[in-house]
């Protein structure tokens, strides 16, 4: 069951191409208070630039998403074409446009082919009601080859709600953020300034653990609505309950989050990178990320081939203070590098790297801070994937 | 013609697998000064730490190498076996154990085979003379897919030297430097510390504005060799003559370099990149480098898809000031982004893509600093490569 008061519409706008539907409504019956992190790239989407802004404001109804195009780089008329689609969709819903959030995820470059999208917008806020959470799922996919959906229930005092999260994003993914979209939606009632607070804890120890390929997108986006129809007293900070609804909120993210990199574009295994004795925690994420972000690590990891030479390699390189004498490398379990030099293990390693999921710890012994980062081998796939996208 | 009084030897040592020549020697009739750059990564191989050392007295008479093991990660048993092979050489040449240059390049982690390269040494000795530079090219190289050698005259004064460089590298390729050996010859006569100067100056412009997959190996190393025996009065930075030497060695190492970048694994297009109208040197280096890194750039130049989007996506994440609505893409001569839109030439620009080599330059119009880098394509052939290369 989806949080109260929440309803879903799609349509087929055949923004890119014909057959498949690309355009999503989300409406809450109530008016939201409604929280967002968004890309770091300074190259941001014209939607991204709109929310940005509006978001001020704490509150929202509707967020409407296409698929197959990015809306970015297409300037004024972007922006332009943004702002129609937030205002026909208001008048629609009968709401106010500063209401409407918009998202787009796609192509770059590619103006908005409004004549296609402008006669759909009716029929979007005209069906609402008749698409599940699972259309809107898969509405919002690019090259995302399964819909990506978490729910989970939260207990606030006597009142039960939910938090329904849905997400898209399999390539152009690193932090911070991802070429991501993530819509959460809850019927728990949250004061806005905390819901703020706690989206932007959550987003840094999930979406910004993840990394598909290094790139971040123009367009990344996470937003949460929060309705309270669930009828709980508002969470603030300071409830006994905040730390259940956190920790909820978390889940969710979190195991959406991991849903992206088992779709990483042409992925075959999943990776948890863990570093370990690190001086500091911001050397330890930076660590994991050029262990994970390393083509020839993420290539070796495909070729079942435990060279963890190349982490060693990848740590050296990663900017941080190593010490190789001191390293030691555990992969799936299994010690293969103690004190910087090979136990020989190599070849019980290469089996376990058969696994769909691995893990690989990484323990620097120079200090007590540490970071992981989820990860996705690199595959001759994720080429064909990429060298054919536009095509 | 190589230059005077520099001798070559060839053996197979089987130190990987059977079959090919594995362990060269160069030396130099008469001690030379010596100057070397080395790899930046944290963790060095054995022979790039003894050479550090040892290159202080900027004296050096021979080079032994070999490839298919890097001897990296391999604790004090790497630094004895190093060791120990520039002593067997010393001894089968009559020359100091300090003036041998021990290089090594492969797989990283697994001890040297030294029971096979021990009793290779007295061979190696013996048969100077009987190799050629061509020879020594081929048997440093590693996934290499062809020998990289580069000669040119150099007229100082009245006396006509000559400087011959050999590389090898084709992945794990980035500044700085590359995974990458590379060793030089001349015979014209350079003052050390003007050899010092001019090559490090060398190699930030050549080997340092590289990359194939942004990783960095423990074993990067670039030594020049300068025994005098051209004859010409020694060249230091304020001879009238300098100039032409410095030209002239960095034309051999841009030339090498580009030889590694059109070797790069799997790749199969030449991309010049360069970033106009920067806010500083630095800026236009961090871009260019988030440009040539981004397997999306790289995997679109594969596919002929002139998707511009990645390119500003790799801008935008680069970590310099980027202003969207002055970027300007020119790709192989057709502007294909002006005040960062489209200019809707991208079905032209993907057929310039067809070509070999490419050039992006993208003006970002903030300031007057620029910088160049060269890499290549993202394609199956790297990710088959590096999944199976130590199997």
Redesign the interface.
């Known amino acids: 069951m989806t949080p109260k008061g929440f309803l879903f519409s799609t349509v087929e706008a055949a923004i890119k191409a014909p057959g498949r539907k690309d355009l999503a409504l989300i409406y809450s019956k109530k008016e939201a208070y409604i929280a967002g992190t968004f890309t770091?790239?300074?190259?941001?989407a014209a939607p991204v630039k709109l929310n940005i802004k509006q978001i001020r404001s704490g509150k929202g109804q509707a967020l409407v998403v296409n698929s197959g195009n990015?809306n970015?780089?297409?300037?004024k008329k972007g922006i332009q074409d943004a702002v129609e689609t937030a205002k026909l969709v208001s008048n629609g819903l009968d709401i106010k446009s500063s209401l409407v959030y918009v998202c787009s995820t796609g192509?770059?470059?590619?103006p908005m082919p409004m004549e296609r999208v402008r006669p759909k917008i009716s029929e979007l806020t005209g069906n609402l009601g008749r698409s599940t959470i699972q259309d809107v799922a898969k509405a919002i996919m690019t090259t995302d080859t399964f819909p990506k959906i978490v729910m989970k229930k939260v207990k606030i005092g006597s009142k039960t709600g939910t938090i329904a999260g849905i997400c898209k994003g399999a390539?152009?993914i690193c932090p911070d953020m991802a070429t991501m979209l993530c819509f959460i939606m809850t019927d728990s009632a949250v004061e806005q300034k905390t819901l703020d607070k706690t989206l932007s804890d959550a987003v840094n120890k999930t979406f910004n653990t993840i990394t598909v390929?290094?790139?971040?997108?123009?367009n990344d986006t996470v937003l949460i609505m929060a309705n309270g129809m669930a009828g709980n007293p508002p969470i603030t900070e300071k409830s006994k309950s905040y730390a259940t609804f956190k920790n909820a909120l978390y889940n969710v993210m979190f195991d959406l989050a991991k849903l992206i990199v088992k779709d990483g574009e042409g992925a075959t295994k999943f990776i948890e990178i863990e570093i370990r004795g690190a001086r500091s925690e911001a050397d330890a994420k930076k660590a994991a990320f050029s262990v994970a972000?390393?083509?020839?690590v993420k290539?070796?990891l495909?070729?079942n081939?435990a060279?963890?030479?190349?982490i060693?390699?990848?740590?050296?390189?990663s900017g941080i203070?190593?010490k190789?004498?001191k390293v030691e490398i555990i992969l799936s379990g299994l010690k293969i590098?103690q004190?910087?030099?090979?136990t020989g293990k190599d070849r019980e390693a290469n089996e376990k790297l058969k696994n769909r999921e691995i893990t690989i710890i990484v323990n620097l012994h120079l200090g007590k801070s540490s970071a992981k980062v989820l990860t996705c081998d690199?595959?001759?796939e994720?080429?064909?994937v990429?060298?054919?996208?536009?095509?």
């Open positions: 770091t790239n300074k190259i941001k990015a970015a780089c297409t300037g192509v770059i470059g590619t390539g152009m390929d290094g790139d971040r997108s123009t972000n390393s083509n020839l290539t070796a495909y070729g081939d060279n963890w030479g190349r060693m390699t990848a740590l050296g390189y203070m190593v190789e004498e590098v004190k910087g030099m090979g690199l595959t001759e994720y080429i064909r990429n060298a054919t996208y536009r095509t």
